[in-house]
C-alpha cells in the first residue's frame, strides 16, 4: 500500500522540514485517498501532541479533505518488550557513567 512522510510539531518562523503533515493531508484527499493511518513514528508514548494534534486536529482536517477513514497507531507506551528493551539498554551502557 502506498506511503508518505510528513512532519508535525512546527514552532514558530523558524524553518521546518516539510511537507507539514496538514499539507501532506490535503493533498492525499485531493488524491482521493480515502483511508489514512498515522503513524507518528517519533513518539514512544501517546501524549498531547498525539492525543489532541493528531486524534483532533488531523482527523478533522483528513474529514474536510474527504478522507472517510483516519485512524492512528497507539504508541509504544507501557508495553513490556519495549520498557524490557529500555531496560536492556540502560544496562548495557552503565560502563560508561563512572
Known sequence: SPSSLA???KLGPIEWLGPPTLDEIGR???AGVEQLLV???AFVSDHVETLYEVD???AE???RAGIAHFRRTT???DRLTFLRAL???AIS???FWG
Do not use: E, H, T
Open 75 to 77: 504508541g509504544l507506551n
Open 39 to 41: 503513524v507518528p513514528i
Open 7 to 9: 512532519y508535525q510539531s
Open 93 to 95: 551502557i552503565r560502563p
Open 61 to 63: 482536517a483528513a474529514r
Open 56 to 58: 483532533q486536529l488531523f
Open 28 to 30: 492525499l484527499g485531493r
Open 87 to 89: 531496560a536492556d539498554l
